[in-house]
């Protein structure tokens, strides 16, 4: 199925991150006040913060002379050396952890760096010891810092953010599958340690790290309350303007003459894919009575799609060729009209929750789906005085006018639903019809119309398991 990417002007979508509790319980407890102790550093200072903090954690005190100096570059043995006290941080509660791994007359780097190596951080990196007295590069840094912190202290929560802007090539736009440690770059973007540059978010992988850059990105896995999440306008990945009601079918076969209800169904698919409401079939001999089971079999068919509006059906035959003709009922000739326009304002609807940050990435489907079943209840009036010849039964009524019934309601819902590449379907009776939707890997039963039966909306028929379903549909039955 053709999938569509929801419409956002993203401004701020909600940051998650470890409470402080969670930090300290893992070793990250500031132990001193910054009081001034860096010459070089005024709170008008790039990364002031960060390195006030990297200073209260106890993970540097500056240089000999009392600077710190932001804007210097960092060696690789300097950047292994921060890499282990976070980690000593971490492990044991204590920055200097690394302390057993000491060797007389080498390098202190050298001891961090088969610290990190113990503990599973790096693996044979930098053998070549004169690698550690060189600058580090801002990619080394990446790799050096990517799996210092395992998930639990240090959570992905920009997966969604990241890959979609990623995987459109208009955003971190200097790194690719051939950038040394392309992956640990973008694991740092994901868990909020960095956010690049500019409007595009470059990470400038080759450029030499600064301090005050390294100071960013430490104290950013220590401290939740300092990660950052890019502020990227995805608006134009994340639209739905423009699409067409047959990108929402997964395009079935065609079978000439279909004889199993899969088959069916798979030719009626084939048909709404191509956009087209007319299929024919090879039935040589097909008397009335077949032909009227063939109708009602073909709008149980539509009825699972009622989100294409389609719920009449015409039967023409002549020299064993079987014609169905689908509409809706009450549109004289007016049927693609309405299809288009019901379209139209379910895309609008779609980007404008984007747009307002309603919806964000990030979200789970259980989550958008609820929005979506709030909004198709607070925008819609159940249609009392609807007939069999009323557009209330279609989705067109419940965009444009309002009003609908239930396959109006579970039509206009699964519109929604599906522009958001949400697998969903119908759940039929005879005198009622609701959304059976596969959610985050789980099948939920969600009534729209009963949700919407009261002063507010009633989301007791939101997310059911199918048996609460059945069990609900039941009683209301009887």
């Known amino acids: 199925m053709k999938k569509h990417i929801p419409a956002l002007l993203l401004a701020v979508c909600l940051l998650l991150a470890l409470p402080a509790q969670a930090a300290q319980a893992a070793g990250f407890a500031r132990s001193r006040t910054y009081n001034g102790e860096f010459s070089d550093l005024t709170p008008e200072s790039p990364f002031y913060g960060n390195v006030t903090a990297l200073y209260e954690y106890g993970l540097t005190g500056g240089k000999a002379d009392g600077t710190f100096g932001p804007g210097d570059p960092v060696t690789v043995g300097q950047a292994v050396i921060f890499a282990g006290r976070v980690r000593g941080l971490y492990q044991a509660g204590d920055a200097e952890a690394a302390r057993d791994y000491r060797a007389e007359g080498a390098p202190a780097a050298q001891a961090y760096l088969r610290y990190l190596q113990a503990e599973g951080v790096l693996e044979e990196d930098f053998a070549d010891g004169a690698e550690l007295y060189r600058p580090a590069t801002r990619a080394q840094a990446a790799h050096l810092l990517a799996n210092v912190l395992p998930e639990e202290a240090l959570p992905s929560v920009h997966d969604e953010l990241v890959t979609v802007a990623y995987s459109s090539r208009r955003f971190i736009p200097d790194v690719d599958e051939y950038t040394p440690y392309y992956q640990d770059i973008l694991a740092l973007y994901r868990k909020g340690v960095c956010a690049g540059s500019g409007e595009d978010g470059s990470f400038l992988p080759g450029a030499p790290i600064t301090r005050g850059a390294l100071a960013a990105m430490l104290t950013r896995m220590l401290d939740p309350a300092l990660r ?53 079939f090879y039935y040589p001999g097909l008397l009335e009575a077949g032909a009227r089971r063939l109708m009602d079999r073909s709008l149980a068919v539509m009825k699972a799609h009622c989100e294409q509006g389609y719920n009449e059906v015409r039967c023409t035959r002549g020299a064993g060729l079987v014609t169905l003709s689908f509409s809706a009922a009450g549109a004289g000739g007016r049927t693609q009209e309405y299809r288009a326009a019901a379209m139209e304002a379910a895309a609008a609807v779609h980007d404008r929750l984007w747009a307002e940050g309603v919806l964000y990435p990030g979200m789970t489907e259980l989550e958008k789906a609820r929005i979506y079943y709030g909004w198709v209840c607070d925008n819609c009036a159940y249609d009392y005085q609807a007939g069999d010849e009323s557009l209330s039964h279609i989705p067109y009524n419940l965009f444009v006018n309002g009003a609908a019934v239930c396959d109006g309601y579970t039509g206009a819902y699964n519109l929604l639903l599906k522009l958001e590449g949400i697998q969903c379907s119908t759940v039929i009776r005879e005198d009622h019809i609701w959304t059976t939707a596969v959610l985050d890997g789980t099948e939920y039963h969600i009534d729209a119309t009963w949700g919407d039966s009261g002063g507010a909306v009633n989301y007791d028929y939101f997310a059911m398991t199918p048996q609460q379903s059945l069990a609900v549909h039941a009683r209301q039955s009887a």
């Open 228 to 280: 950052v999440q890019p502020q990227w306008d995805l608006s134009h990945l994340y639209a739905a303007a423009g699409t067409a009601l047959e990108d929402l079918v997964e395009p079935g076969s065609y079978s000439l003459a279909p004889a199993t209800a899969e088959e069916l169904e798979s030719s009626l698919r084939y048909m709404l894919a191509r956009g087209s409401d007319q299929i024919v």
